[in-house]
């Protein structure tokens, strides 16, 4: 049976996971600050859009709106023409704002808009931030795990692909909560290291699903019209 596939449009990157990434799925996009995370989830959402025209989302409990909207300007992503169209949505809350009808609100948005494409950035802040018989600051790694399957299981259902941006730490982990890597789909890892006086970043798709998913690590190019990811051959 062959598995739909959603590019991502990013140059590069859709060969790594067989033309792009499961239907339905949801994918932990994971690094340290400054890697390039949200770059990426906005030029997912933006070539879905523009080449596609497929709905996408925005939700965000870590930057503002105008901080997204002049990241994606510098590229030369017009986010304020796709939301006039009805192919964007763009939500910020503040992590003190968040309530027990929040990820409620996010499921009826994808509901009533028919999103196809989600980004949540981040998913640690809302499943940390919900609030509980004991309150948010006390939220074991049991609850916010059974929080992140019932919640993920329901977009799942809607067939809305998903990228749940997380920060890693510098020792390694994957995502600060410890459990979102364990409830995605996949997981793409990307890095930022120093070599003398240069940086350089690079990607690794940790697991796909469903994927004969490429195990290098590859160099990542922020350019002038977005990410590139280039071969290691």
């Known amino acids: 049976m062959t598995t739909e596939r959603v590019p991502t449009g990013i140059p590069g990157f859709d060969k790594l996971v067989q033309g792009g990434f499961p239907k339905g799925s ?22 879905g859009a ?14 503002n709106r105008q901080e997204l909207l002049e990241q994606a300007s510098q590229f030369g992503w017009d986010l304020e023409k796709l939301e006039k169209e009805g192919l964007l949505s763009i939500i910020t809350v503040t992590p003190d704002s968040i309530g027990r009808s929040t990820a409620k609100e996010i499921l009826e948005l994808i509901q009533e ?4 494409r989600l980004v949540i950035d981040s998913l640690t802040t809302l499943a940390v931030n919900v609030p509980t018989r004991e309150g948010p600051s006390e939220v074991s790694g049991y609850s916010m795990a059974n929080f992140l399957y019932r919640f993920l299981g329901t977009v799942k ?5 998903t990228l749940l941006i997380s920060q890693a730490s510098d020792e390694g982990v994957l995502a600060s909560d410890t459990v979102s890597a364990f409830v995605s789909t996949g997981v793409v890892h990307i890095t930022f290291e120093s070599l003398g006086s240069q ?26 019209k977005g990410l590139v990811v280039h071969s290691i051959q």
Do not use: W
């Open 50 to 63: 523009t080449k596609s025209k497929e709905r996408g989302a925005y939700v965000s409990f870590e930057e």
């Open 113 to 116: 808009h028919k999103v196809q």
């Open 157 to 161: 259902k809607m067939d809305t692909t």
């Open 199 to 224: 940086y350089s970043r690079s990607l690794l798709v940790r697991k796909m699903r469903r994927t004969r998913n490429d195990e290098d690590i590859h160099p990542l190019e922020i350019s002038a």
């Open 26 to 47: 949801a994918v932990l996009l994971s690094g340290t600050p400054g890697t390039g995370k949200t770059l990426f989830a906005l030029q997912y959402l933006y070539n």
